[in-house]
């Protein structure tokens, strides 16, 4: 892949005495969709965690438009443009919306185009920006963790499972937020098991399995091949 925003190069990562990545290789393309899929505990949040800072690799490399950012710590690694909704949402409770919000962007000052932007696709952010944000419901959380991510334009945006427990209307909400994202030309790694929404979302695809990436293509011919599906995967995606 010439044109790749991250590149990861035989990343190693043990947590506790655990080995979980075994050497990931993954090239990810500039302004487009990559999907990042696997069975439970394939370790794709643990990959995301990994270059995000959160979990130290012992081997290999991780290069951010060609330059290294493994041994960065996560606010260093956020400071040189890679946004993360983690698959727990990362929000402060205690605060509210608007704290939460001006928390996240690095200067302490969302751009208000983006603040409009934030607030058409999740207009309960709007009725709630005073609110403490404990006090929202699952979806509207998740609402609040993609804007805290969005909030300032990224060089590449890591989203962790966003469709998770939630009910198919907040999911669409989303969805519509995410592929509007998308279609202003983001780079974006995600990891989703919804398989709806990773083929709507998705331009490419990595699998996971044990550690390693033991996949990559178009989502094009994923989800067009069941039996590539299953054999990768261990399910079709039509049925998942
Ligand atoms: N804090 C931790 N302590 C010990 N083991 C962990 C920890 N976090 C993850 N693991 C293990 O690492 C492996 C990969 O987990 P990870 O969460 O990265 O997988 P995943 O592909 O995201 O799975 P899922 O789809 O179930 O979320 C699993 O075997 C998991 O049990």
């Known amino acids: 892949m010439s044109d790749a925003i991250l590149r990861l190069k035989g990343v190693k990562t043990d947590i506790a005495q655990y080995h979980i990545l075994h050497g990931v290789d993954l090239d990810v393309p500039r302004g487009a969709v990559t999907m990042l899929l696997g069975r439970n505990g394939a370790g794709k949040t643990t990959t995301l965690r990994t270059i995000m800072g959160l979990w130290k690799p012992h081997q290999g490399e991780i290069l951010l ?7 960065l710590n996560p606010a260093q690694i956020a400071r040189r443009g890679i946004g993360f909704v983690p698959e727990d949402m990362g929000i402060f409770s205690d605060l509210t919306v608007e704290e939460n919000i001006r928390l996240a962007a690095l200067s302490g000052q969302p751009i208000p185009e983006r603040l409009d932007w934030i607030f058409e696709a999740f207009p309960a952010l709007r009725t709630f920006w005073k609110s403490a944000a404990g006090t929202l419901s699952g979806g509207q959380k998740q609402m609040l963790s993609v804007a ?3 909030v300032e334009d990224r060089e590449l945006y890591l989203i962790d499972e966003p469709s998770k427990g939630l009910a198919p209307a907040i999911v669409a909400t989303l969805a519509k937020a995410l592929k509007d994202l998308k279609n202003r030309g983001a780079s974006i790694l995600m990891v989703e098991q919804n398989f709806s929404l990773a083929k709507a979302l998705g331009d490419h695809v990595a699998v996971m399995d044990d550690g390693r990436i033991i996949w990559t293509g178009r989502m094009t011919e994923l989800a067009s091949d069941t039996g590539l ?3 990768l995967m261990g399910l079709k995606m039509e049925t998942a």
Do not use: K, S, T
Request: glycine content about 16%; cysteine-free.
């Open 65 to 71: 438009d060609g330059a290294p950012i493994n041994g």
């Open 148 to 150: 805290r991510a969005v």
């Open 229 to 231: 599906q299953e054999r």
